[in-house]
């Protein structure tokens, strides 16, 4: 069982969410997670993560049944492709616009594999009560800094230029996507975030509420949104979450419901 939640706020600082999430808990037996930061001013920020959230997620709906790893990847790159496609024609079309973009990170998950997407430093990490993994790299300049050597990583979270991204969809005609596919495991979450979270909360921070086993992912979402605004929410914050749940946790949560009927 593939169970999903997702959570946005505008944060402490900003006027305008910028952030856009969807979930859909089952095309054809994937469960799907799209996650999208804009930027850019006079409102297209958020103008671009609105159309690459809708862009993707209608052209996923094509996805077949029993669909094979290598046809959902291809399925996902062909639709970022034509979410930066139809972004950058938007915008070179009107002078306003001129230069928006966006992030985007897709999470594509059955019980056993997974498939990510992702343009930016949106970030998709996994957890389980072993640990957290970051599985997305951020295309960020700081962090090029830091692959080099120039910085280090406690360094690039102060950074003046920590919000300079190396790759966006929509700022160009054509747009390099990171796809990967990886095997996940009954009591395996995925977390999908903007920058607004992982830039203002440790690890340790993000990993403590999903261990929690006895929280719904709605309760976790809400206390990882919150953590981000207590240490400022100088930036919008979204989470989203896709929990790959073992048939004793379906069956626990059946029960409890049953409990509060009686």
Known sequence: MLKTAALTDVGRVRLVNEDRA????????????????????????????????????????????EASVHDRKTCLKDAV?????????????????????????????????????HVGDSRVYR???????QLTEDHSLVNVLVKSGQITREEAGHHPRRNVLTRALGTESTIEIDIQDLSW???DTLLLCSDGLSSLISTEQIVAPIQQEAASLEEIAQ????????????DNITVVLVSNESESDTQKAADDVNDEKR
């Open 185 to 187: 495991q009954h009591g």
């Open 223 to 234: 206390q990882l949104v919150n953590e981000a605004l207590t240490a400022g929410g100088d």
């Open 22 to 65: 969807v979930v859909q808990e089952d095309i054809n037996g994937v469960a799907l997670a799209i996650l999208a930061d804009g930027m850019g001013g006079h409102q297209a920020g958020d103008i671009a993560s609105q159309m690459a959230v809708d862009i993707i997620h209608q052209h996923l709906q094509s996805l077949a049944a």
């Open 127 to 133: 957890i389980n009560q072993s640990g957290i993994e």
């Open 81 to 117: 492709e034509l979410a930066n496609e139809k972004i950058f024609e938007f915008a070179s079309q009107r002078e306003n616009y001129h230069g928006m973009g966006t992030t985007v990170v897709v999470a594509m998950a059955d019980e056993d594999t997974v498939v990510i997407g």
